[in-house]
Each structure stands twice: as C-alpha cells, then as structure tokens.
C-alpha cells in the first residue's frame, strides 16, 4: 500500500505541478495582451485598484464586445471607432479577463499625457525663418491648415484671426470661442503661424499665412490622458476637409509602454496618415539622466514611436543664420523606440529658447513671470520656451510651407503632395548637424538633420504629383545644397525607410511608397530588385536584426525609474541582442564604442 500510495502521491504532484505550468502558461498569455503599465498593475494592485484602459477589439466584433462590457456593469467613457477601441474603467482583477476574450485585440492604459515643453530662461533674436533657409520672399503657408492639438491657442494679435475652428476635447470636443489656460498651445501655434506684428515681425512664426483649426486636449496644468487625444485625431480625420486640415501637430507625449503595432495612440495617428493628414510629433525631452546629467538613448515618446509620423528632435541653433554652430540639445530625446527599434527622431529643429506668444492669465505666465519677454510697445506679449514641443512646431510650419508651395508653383492641376512624400522631402533635404569636433550626430540621435524649409520648398516647387506612378516627377533638375546667410550647406540626400537610409534619386520619382496606403517602414521594393526589409545596416558596420528585445521596466514622467533598461552613456545596448554604436562585433560577446 505504501508503494501505491507513494506512486499516487508522485502522480498527485505532476499533476499539480502540470495544473500549475499549464495556468502561468496562460496567465502569461492573457498577460501578452496587456501593455508593462498594465501588467505592472496587475501584479502589484490589490485587485481593486480601478485603472482607466482603452481596449481595441478585434474587427467585427464591437458591438459584441460593448454589450457584454456593459451588461458586466463596466461604464464605457468613450467609444473610438477610427481604431475600433473602448475607454473604460476597470478593476485590475478584470484586466485578465479582458485579455483572455478572443475578440479583443489589446489593452493598454488611458497613460496621462504631457506636453513636451520645457522652460529655459533665455532668448533667441528673431532668425528662425532664416535659420531655416526662409526669405522675405518666402510663401507664408497661406491656404493651408494645421491642427494643434495641445492646451487651447489664445487670440493673439499675432493670429491675425487666422484660428478658423476652435474644439474643447476636455471638454467632450465642444465648439467654443479659443482660449488656453496652460499657455503651451498658444506658444506652439505661435511659432507654427505667428505673424509677429506685436513685434514689428522681428518674432514671425514659421507659416505666418497659415489657418490655425485649435484642439483643446490638455488642461491648465498641461495634461491629459490619451483617450482625449484619439478621440480629438478621430474629429481631426473625420473632418479634415470641412476644417481644412492638412498638418497635425502633436507637441505632447506619454511613455512608450508596448509596441507601436499595439499602441492605441500609434493607430490612431497612422489612421490620419493614411487620410493625407502629415503628422507632426515631438521626440520627447528625455535625452539626459536627470540625476547625474549622463546622456540616454531609448527616450523616445509615443506617439513619436510611430512609424509614418514625422519624429522631431531638437536643436540649438545659437542664436545665428548659419548652421555651422548648431548643436544638439542634450535634452532631446535619442532613438532607438522602446520594443521596435524603430529609428527616430527622424528630424531635428530648432527648438531651443524660441520666443512665441504668450496666453495672458495662464499657469505657463503665472508661474513663469521670468520667461516672458517684452512686445514692440513694452507689454509682455511673449513668451521663451525650448523643447522638442518647439521643434515639433517649427517642424509643422515648415511642413505647412511646403504643401503650400508646391499647390501653387505647378499650374496644372495636381494632388496635394501625401504625408509620405512631404516626410521624405524634409529628411532629403536635411542639413546634418554635428558636433563641436566637426563630426555629425548618428542617426538616433539627429535622424536624418536638421530640417531645411529652403531647400525642402526649393525641392516641392519642383514636382508635378500628377505624373504617372514610377516615373520621374521633378520638372527640371535642382542642386541639392543650400544657402544660409553666407554659408553653403549640402543636403543629407537620404531617407530613412524602415530603419534603412535610402539614397539617390528615390524622392526625384513618383513612387508607390510615397501613396497614402503605405506606412512609412513596410517592406518596399525600390527598383534593381532591392527590397528592404528587416536586416538593417546603419553607417558602416552596425547591423540590426530581428531579435530585439526590450525590457518591460520602463516608467517615466514623475516615476522614472532608472534601471538597467534605460541606456544611458555612450555605451549602447539593448536587452540582449541588439548593440547600438559605431563598432559591432556580432557574436556572444559584443564590443561597442562611443555612439554620439
């Protein structure tokens, strides 16, 4: 009896043991659904702990999902068709319950966002338009519409009434006279289309002929959560040719907490690629150890993760025309994307030190007396922020420019240039910035340069878009260089498609990956039968590959936890098998060297 009952015993505990394995099998699966900031959540809340989550369902399968969710007793907050997603608010002991539903897709956390400002006791001379290659001469962006999501825009004089729709998405997306109680917003649509006539035009935004259509997303401390945002991208898309929308700015962002092909915001701002719409994301102000000032890589902030975004870090142009002296900001926040590895920023731009409108009685002026600057007439109309907010701005002015110019300088009629192509003309036309020994900034680090609205204007005014697909759609030549000031400078000449720098004459011909069903980084073929795909090569001898792994520890904002998947230093690596810098060696062992 003794045998058979220690055989019974033995047989007791493999079954046991296999229960156990198979229920953390399958409480890993359930896990795979939720984003880090979910799972972490999960493991660490008492179970009723209530998060806020968006929940995408799978297609078809909405209204299922939405009838079961409330019958269940759970209040859905919103409801986000473009991306067939629900915000809701759970306990985490539903969290897996969630995730074990076939017809849900994923879900991640309602993240607080912020907005990516940062403020910096100083000033710039009125010389952004001609650091930026921009003349007298210049087209002002007349004609075109840029949507500013962020905390509202004030009415400036310098607005010259050019805030042709006002929405309130903190407050249900209402209509409503403009106004912002932060004070960001109005500082970012004041240097996407300012005229500067409260200072004589010395203080002239990018785009000063430009329609501004305003958002209201973020509060009057600068924050708001990300269902806000996709419901506000969802108004801008669905409506984008009533309101005149051809940019979207987002000078705002959240942790990156899973994969962009997860990421509920990613979705929604590929949707708006997709529509036509060019969007413009900051980088993130993440580029520095805040503790020990060490420079990071891995910063980079969602939305900016996405793929057909145009990413903008930023830079310190030094007060002057010329870009010889040009250095990058060590706040900006450096590739590569957390979990993907994509390669952003994907531009840089001025960002540092900008002085833009001020938006009287808001939290930025109250709290910031020290950063407003004086108009012609003595009051204190302006304001100095830096950031990659600011970036991020100049950047959308820039893009605003170019669409403008190239509706009017081809007579024939022609569609408008897609965000794709506008995306490719600004890293084409870049200026590379380096560093103070001469040497340019790698690519995670300044993508492809700093963007050139001269030479990216110089380029759009040349293509006829109406030309068949595959053929040449420049109607003449043009030299890829630049003048700014008294100094030349040579254009990158290159665009980074998933993960790869293209070269050559691509952006000189009407191609199929240009089309607004492309997201920016598939697998294209690009003529010689050279396609690209996974297996990447930057500079000369760093590879990435298919086995990148990134850790789930990552919390930023007030609970940054600097841990061992934070990249800080020049010494680069990530998770296990992917190295970043200028000297690979691709084996068990890895050797790397300083990555600027």
Known sequence: ?????????????????????????????????????????????????????????Q??????????????GFAIKAEHPLINALTLEVPTRALLGLANRPDIFSVSIDAALSATGTSIASSNSGVLRETLGL?????????????????????????????????????????SAP????????????????????????????????????????DSTGQGFVSTLISALQFVTLHKQE????????????????????????????????????????????????????PGYGGILSP??????????SINVKKTVSRDDD????????????????????????????????????????????????????????????????????????????????????????????????????????????????????RLVQGAGAVNAGGAIGLAALIDTSVTVGTWWLTRGIKPQTTFGGETDSWSQEFIWNNTPGYGYAVYRNLFAWGTAITWGDNILWGDNILWGDNILWGDNILWGDNILWGDNIVWGDN??????????????????ILWGDNILWADQSLWESSR
């Open 1 to 57: 009896m003794k045998g058979r009952y220690r055989v019974f015993t033995l047989i007791s505990s493999w079954l046991l043991l296999t229960a156990l394995a198979t229920a953390s099998a399958q409480a890993q699966d359930q896990l795979s659904k939720l984003d880090s900031a979910l799972q972490g959540a999960w493991r660490q809340g008492d179970g009723a702990t209530r998060v806020r989550v968006i929940v995408r369902v």
């Open 59 to 72: 297609s078809g399968h909405s209204d299922d999902v939405r009838e079961q969710l409330a019958s269940g």
């Open 135 to 175: 003349t007298t001469s210049s087209l002002r962006g007349s004609g075109t519409g840029v949507a500013v999501l962020d905390s509202g825009i004030y009415p400036s004089a310098d607005f010259d009434r050019r805030i042709t729709a006002f929405y309130d998405f903190t407050r249900g997306g209402v209509a």
């Open 179 to 218: 106004y912002d109680d932060y004070g960001h917003g109005t500082h970012v649509a004041g240097l996407i289309g300012g005229t500067g006539v409260l200072s004589n035009g010395v203080l002239q935004g990018v785009a000063p002929g430009v329609n501004l259509i305003g958002i209201k997303v973020l």
């Open 243 to 294: 309101l005149g929308i051809d940019v979207v700015n987002l000078s705002l962002g959240h942790p990156i907490f899973e994969s962009a092909s997860t990421d509920p915001l990613v979705a929604a701002v590929e949707k708006a690629v997709h529509a036509g719409i060019v969007v413009v994301v900051a980088a993130g102000n993440y580029g520095l150890n805040p503790t020990t000032g060490v």
């Open 304 to 313: 900016g993760n996405a793929p057909s975004a145009i990413s903008v870090g």
């Open 327 to 442: 250095r990058m900001d060590s706040y900006s926040s450096r590739g590569p994307s957390w979990y993907d590895g994509f390669a952003k920023p994907d531009v840089v731009a001025p960002g540092r030190s900008l002085i833009a409108p001020a938006a009287p009685g808001s939290t930025l002026v109250s709290d910031h007396p020290e950063l407003l600057v004086a108009d012609a007439s003595g009051s204190q109309s302006y304001i100095t922020l830096s950031g990659t907010s600011m970036a991020t701005a100049v950047t959308s002015g820039v893009a605003a420019v170019v669409i403008a110019t190239n509706r009017t300088a081809i007579s024939t009629a022609h569609p408008s240039l897609t965000p794709n192509a506008v995306k490719a003309l600004l890293q084409y036309t870049a200026v590379k910035v380096t560093d103070g020994y001469g040497l340019p900034y790698n």
């Open 560 to 577: 940054i936890l600097w841990g061992d998947n934070i990249l800080w230093g020049d010494n680069i690596a990530s998770g296990n098998n």
